[in-house]
């Protein structure tokens, strides 16, 4: 029993020592200085005055938001630092400016003999080989001598047409509805006639032309009537050509009777002679142009076109009449039966 009390009251004096008496501190049954003691309070006092001052931690949020801060802060600071670069170097430009201009004046004046500031730069003229000269002509002036060429094409090819193109003496119209008869006597007809003209143009040569232009009722219905007639309304609108070779069929649209020339005046006694018309059946002109086919219809004549106005001028057709009739007379004393 005596024991338990011992050790209970201990145990109080203990708690009692270390609270409240400063000379001396009993702690699991040994003493301690009092200094040892005092420290030890201070520590976990310390410690928990620590752990109520700490901070709280920061969000991801406001972390990103103070780095997006301090960038701008540094880029700004940048920009500032760059302009007032560029300030200093525009600065020092227009100062070197205002002294070349001075210097410049002091050198134009005559105050100084020579700058050392500005100084005369000769350029060394390169020096180009022949065939660089050339591509360099060539590339500067590339559109010029395209322009030119075109040009000399043009000219050159209508001076080759002009010189190579024989104009002819005399135009026969060929106004029948015979391929046959084009294909196979063209040539013929023209060279036929050639024999009673001269060399009119004056180029030294004898030419006379056929122009196959049908026209008929089958040439209507065909579907190339179309040019047939313009080429045939365009030919009696100028005065390139007088003789035709016709036919009842080509009657209807070239109007005999109103713009061919009688004949009955001047050729009236021989028999081919009607009118307007000399017929070619009855005679040896199938046989001088090589037609095999049998005998011409008997519908198909000669006749020449009267002087009148034309697109031309009629001075003009009536320079190929005179060509053509002296012609016609020939052919038909050449191959007319007299009664």
Wanted: charged share 30%; with cysteine.
């Amino acid at each position: 029993m005596r024991f338990l009390m011992l050790v209970f009251s201990t145990r109080f004096i203990e708690r009692i020592e270390v609270d409240n008496f400063p000379e001396m501190c009993y702690t699991n049954a040994r003493m301690l200085p009092l200094a040892e003691a005092q420290n030890r309070k201070r520590k976990r006092g310390a410690g928990m005055a620590d752990q109520q001052k700490k901070p709280k931690e920061k969000s991801v949020l406001q972390i990103a938001k103070e780095m997006e801060a301090q960038q701008a802060r540094i880029a700004e600071e940048q920009q500032e630092l760059l302009r007032q670069k560029r300030e200093e170097e525009r600065k020092a430009y227009e100062e070197q400016l205002r002294q070349d201009r001075l210097e410049l004046i002091r050198l134009k004046q005559g105050v100084i003999g020579e700058s050392e500031t500005i100084h005369e730069v000769h350029e060394e003229k390169p020096h180009y080989t022949v065939g660089q000269r050339i591509g360099n002509f060539f590339y500067h002036n590339k559109w010029w001598l395209g322009i030119a060429a075109f040009f000399a094409f043009t000219i050159g090819f209508i001076a080759y047409q002009t010189i190579t193109t024989v104009k002819p003496d005399m135009i026969v119209l060929l106004l029948v509805h015979d391929d046959l008869l084009n294909a196979e006597c063209n040539q013929q007809i023209g060279d036929l006639f050639a024999q009673y003209i001269g060399d009119e143009n004056g180029d030294g040569k004898v030419v006379c032309d056929v122009y196959y232009i049908p026209a008929s009722d089958e040439t209507a219905e065909r579907s190339g009537y179309t040019g047939d007639s313009t080429k045939l309304f365009a030919e009696f609108q100028t005065g390139e050509a007088c003789i035709v070779i016709s036919d009842e069929g080509a009657d209807q649209f070239i109007v005999p009777d109103h713009t061919l020339v009688d004949l009955e005046e001047d050729f009236g006694d021989y028999e081919q002679t009607d009118g307007v018309r000399f017929y070619l059946r009855d005679t040896d002109f199938a046989k001088d142009i090589e037609w095999y086919e049998g005998d011409l219809d008997k519908d198909i004549y000669i006749g020449i076109r009267s002087v009148r106005q034309t697109l031309d001028s009629e001075e003009k057709m009536q320079e190929t009449y005179d060509i053509s009739y002296p012609a016609l007379r020939k052919f038909i004393e050449a191959y007319g039966t007299k009664e």
